[in-house]
């Protein structure tokens, strides 16, 4: 058999024992009362007799703040603890802040446009966990595993040109993070949002994908003609030999992508990309669950009380006295 208890016993201990102790004040210690309110207030809290007695309606009054304090304490039935199966999968997402980020050749430039992205993705997986991080030349968390996809925008929107580094690309040093973050994560994915880097940046990073187990996903911004590398204030950088300097999206990434069972999809204007993106993650682990979740199964009735506190009010309310009506009735009955 289930027991009624109050989710909060605390406010109803609280509430009701100074209620009590004002109720028996105003009940049986006039003198007192009165000294503590002014008249005016102490007339609305004793309402004097009209179609109802004063002491019913004092009664009706107090019980209905009774239910109130009732209801603020959450009255309902405990039927134990519940695990509920949540399916979903865990993802880890990663945001390129490296130099050749600010070209211009995805509008206004890579990063923000690889954001627009990123965010797209959280709308196309609401009910998965998923974390963030920011990589260049060091690979750092802005944000851990969490299913609030809102905070998780938040948080990518506030990346600006103020995070981009100038130093070369590791990719070496996202994959230990990486492999770090989706240690217990299964299956291990990580979701890359590049233009690529060079050569150099990807050395090891496929055998490093490969030996810890995670499936990489690209999603690579920049074009195959590339754009001026930008300086901190939008000035294209030149070379040794005085050339302007180029940066292009480098699709070896992609390739990286499949060699460990993932897949890449180079970024477009549209959302198709993304839910191309999403529908073959989706496919490839349909059936995996994320987490058996533990919580209270319990049936609220604190909607009860609180019902019956607005109808004893409406009832107690209903028959205080109509003393306009009633002046009004003397005022024309002295003037016959």
Do not use: C
């Not at 959450?74 to 134990?80: D, L, V």
């Not at 109808?311 to 107690?316: M, P």
Request: proline fraction near 4%; charge should be positive; glycine fraction near 6%.
């Amino acid at each position: 058999m289930h027991s009624i208890d109050f989710v909060h016993p605390y406010l109803f201990w609280g509430l009701v024992i100074p209620f009590v102790i004002f109720a028996a004040l105003v009940s049986t210690n006039k003198d007192r009362i009165s000294r503590l309110f002014d008249e005016k207030v102490l007339a609305r809290l004793s309402a004097g007799s009209n179609a109802v007695p004063m002491v019913v309606r004092n009664l009706l009054i107090f019980a209905a703040v009774f239910l109130m304090i009732v209801a603020i304490a959450r009255p309902a039935i405990e039927k134990g603890d519940k695990v509920v199966e949540v399916k979903g999968l865990s993802l880890l997402t990663a945001l390129d802040i490296s130099g050749s980020m600010r070209s211009k050749d995805d509008y206004p430039n890579r990063m923000e446009f690889a954001k627009k992205k990123m965010m797209t993705l959280f709308e196309k997986m609401p009910s998965d966990e998923i974390a963030v991080v920011a990589f260049a030349h060091v690979s750092f968390v802005l944000a851990p595993f969490t299913s609030d996809k809102e905070t998780l925008k938040m948080i990518v929107e506030r990346v600006n040109d103020k995070y981009i580094n100038m130093g070369s690309t590791d990719f070496s040093a996202l994959g230990s993070l990486a492999a770090k973050m989706l240690e217990k994560k299964k299956p291990k994915i990580l979701v890359v949002f590049s233009d690529g880097g060079d050569k150099e940046a990807l050395k090891g990073f496929e055998h490093e994908m490969k030996e810890n187990g995670i499936e990489l996903y690209v999603v690579l911004v920049g074009t195959k003609e590339g754009a001026p590398v930008l300086d901190e204030n939008g000035k294209p950088l030149t070379q040794k030999d005085g050339t302007i300097a180029i940066t292009q999206r480098n699709d070896a990434l992609g390739k990286i992508a499949l060699d460990t069972g993932g897949a890449y999809v180079v970024a477009t204007n549209g959302k198709e990309d993304i839910d191309q993106l999403v529908s073959t993650i989706r496919a490839k682990h349909k059936a995996t669950q994320k987490a058996a979740v533990k919580i209270k199964d319990r049936v609220e009735l604190f909607y009860y009380p609180l019902m019956g506190s607005i109808l004893l009010l409406l009832i107690a309310f209903s028959s205080m006295p109509r003393r306009g009506r009633k002046r009004e009735a003397v005022s024309t009955g002295g003037e016959r």
